[in-house]
């Protein structure tokens, strides 16, 4: 009697393991989801009208050789917001956050609407992308937004395979 051939008995490899990106994509949504939570709580705390005052004053006596333009741009900028806008940010930035968290989580689990999902949301956001890129160019805007496209192409790629062979 024959063995029986073990590649042939394997489980068939779920979608993580045919296709790691999506651990590296999955993280990076988490990656994004902690950082918009951590944004989300400062806004918060800047409703305060106190806390406010305090980080206005603090970054009017900031010492920033070479980057007094940035910083008064910002003080100025605060101060046009004022305190009150500092609750819709926070909840604008919680929905993001939401949003980061769906996609990473979905994608960590390998579930196939999380690949669909990730392209609609990421694919959304790159009209506007591009816009800041093409009308305020920094090479970090352009990493980024290189980078989702990048993220776009994988998925799909991914996605369109069938079900049964992934």
């Known amino acids: 009697m024959s063995e029986p051939d073990p590649i042939a008995s394997a489980p068939p490899a779920t979608p993580l393991q045919r296709h790691p990106g999506l651990r590296v994509i999955a993280m990076y949504e988490m990656v994004k989801t902690a950082c918009l939570l951590l944004l989300?709580?400062?806004?918060?705390?800047?409703?305060?009208?106190?806390?406010?005052?305090?980080?206005?004053?603090?970054?009017?006596?900031?010492?920033?050789?070479?980057?007094?333009?940035?910083?008064?741009?910002?003080?100025?900028?605060?101060?046009?917001?004022?305190?009150?806008?500092f609750v819709a940010i926070g909840l604008v930035t919680l929905g993001y956050a939401l949003l980061f968290a769906v996609e990473g989580i979905g994608l960590w689990l390998g579930k196939h609407w999380a690949e669909w999902f990730t392209v609609i949301a990421t694919g959304s956001l790159i009209p506007i992308e591009l816009y800041e890129t093409l009308h305020h160019f920094s090479w970090l805007k352009f990493l980024m937004l290189a980078g989702n496209v990048a993220i776009i192409v994988y998925l799909v790629r991914i996605a369109r395979q069938p079900q049964d062979s992934r």
């Open 40 to 85: 989300a709580l400062a806004a918060f705390h800047l409703d305060q009208q106190q806390n406010f005052e305090q980080l206005v004053h603090w970054l009017e006596h900031l010492d920033l050789t070479g980057s007094n333009a940035l910083r008064w741009n910002l003080v100025s900028m605060l101060v046009d917001f004022g305190p009150s806008k």
